[in-house]
Structures are given as C-alpha cells and as structure tokens.
C-alpha cells in the first residue's frame, strides 16, 4: 500500500475543510486559485538572508532581540536542508497507519538544548485579535517533526509577523516586526494527523460550513 504523505499545510486544508482536502488527497481536484502573488515570497528570501547575516554573527536581530527566548541556531547547513520542502528530513511517521507528515521550517532558535521553531508572517496591516490561531496547527506540527527527529523542543513556538509602516526615499519600506510566543502540542498535531489521514479512507466527507468554495458550488448548483 502506498504511504500518505501530508504536510503542516494539508492539516491546515483539512482543518479548513474536511471535504476540500479529500477531494485534493484522494480525487487530486485542487481548489481553485488565481494568480499567486510573488511579493510574500520573495519577502521571505530578504528575511532569511537578513536573519542569517545575524546567525554567522552569534546574534539575533535587533527586532527580535529581547522579545523571544533563546539564539538563533547556528547549523546553517542543517537550516538549509530544512528550509525546503524538496530536501527537509524533519519528518513524523506512524508506521501503523503507513503515513508520515514533513514540511519545512523557516527558522529555529536554541536554548538549552530545546529547539524552538520561528517562522515568518507577513501582512499587509496590523495583528487582529486571534490571527494566530490559523497558524497553531502548522506550529504544532514543526514541534512534532522535531522531536521526531530527537530534537528536544520546550512546547513553544513564535510567529514573527512583519508588515509595512511607510516607505522612506530612495524606496525603502520600514516595517514594523512583533513576535508572538506560542503555546505549542504536539499530543493535538498527532491527532489532527491521523484523522486527516484516516478520513482518506473514508467516503467523501461533509464540507466545513464556513468553506467558500464548497458554498460557492452549492450556490451555482442551485442557481442553475
């Protein structure tokens, strides 16, 4: 039998909306989208090549410094591989349910020997109350792949969220930068896990009421 592979993100799909991810997992019937904008991305590229400046310096970013616990971890090649979903080795498997989930991982500090995964967040405005909780799924999971590894993490994880305050001359953009510490489980990402993997060998299930795309074909269907 073929394993099941997931990432953070499908957990979050199946999250969002149990129907969408079985029709993506077992039909491959993506969701729609459109153009996906490239400014996130190349945002993340600029983030990463600045908080490593700090790393090969043995300091944090003067952002960050004094808001998160512990340093930047300085393995750079071992952050490398982990960085890319094509070549990362943190991984979860359950053999008994022939299923593993992997992903990659922006960033990672270190204290005491506890590893605790950063990850980049950009918006376009200021933190709303709880915008976080989309993201504690995918936190989770970083910890459990972690620890799977046998890297030793202290229940905990940050999200550091950037987003733009004004643009100076000479077009440079000043951005504001908050962490926020999160309170991971790793007991929460192995259940979300198998129960995204044993829906798969399910009939299609209901989809989420709130999921728009769901509505969006309810809505046509009986329109037409």
């Known amino acids: 039998m073929t394993k099941i ?63 998160v616990e512990g340093e930047l971890i300085p393995e750079t090649e071992t952050l490398e591989k982990w960085r ?3 070549s990362t080795d943190l991984c979860f498997e359950d053999k008994d349910i022939n299923a593993s989930l992997s992903g990659a991982l922006d960033d990672c ?25 989309y993201y504690q799924a995918q936190l989770d999971c970083y910890c ?18 950037w987003w733009p305050l004004e643009v100076k001359e000479g077009g440079i953009v000043k951005f504001h930068v908050q962490p926020l510490k999160i309170k991971t489980d790793i007991t929460s990402a192995k259940r979300i896990f198998k129960e995204a993997v044993s829906s798969l060998s399910l009939e299609i ?18 329109e037409y």
């Open 109 to 133: 500090l270190a204290e005491d020997g506890f590893y605790i995964p950063l990850d980049y967040k950009t918006r376009g405005y200021e933190l709303k109350v709880d915008s976080e909780n």
């Open 205 to 222: 299930p209901q989809s989420s009421p709130e999921c728009e795309y769901c509505n969006l074909v309810s809505e046509r269907k009986e």
């Open 5 to 67: 592979r997931l990432s953070p993100s499908a957990l979050n799909l199946f999250l969002d909306c149990p129907r969408c991810f079985w029709l993506e997992k077992v039909k491959g019937i993506k969701r729609p989208r459109g153009i996906f904008p490239s400014l996130p991305g190349g945002m993340d590229s600029v983030i990463k090549v600045y908080f490593d400046s700090y790393r090969i310096k043995g300091e944090l970013p003067p952002e960050i410094k004094g808001k």
């Open 84 to 86: 890319s979903w094509r």
């Open 144 to 161: 459990l792949m972690l620890e799977s590894k046998g890297y030793r993490t202290k229940g905990l994880a940050y999200l550091a969220y």
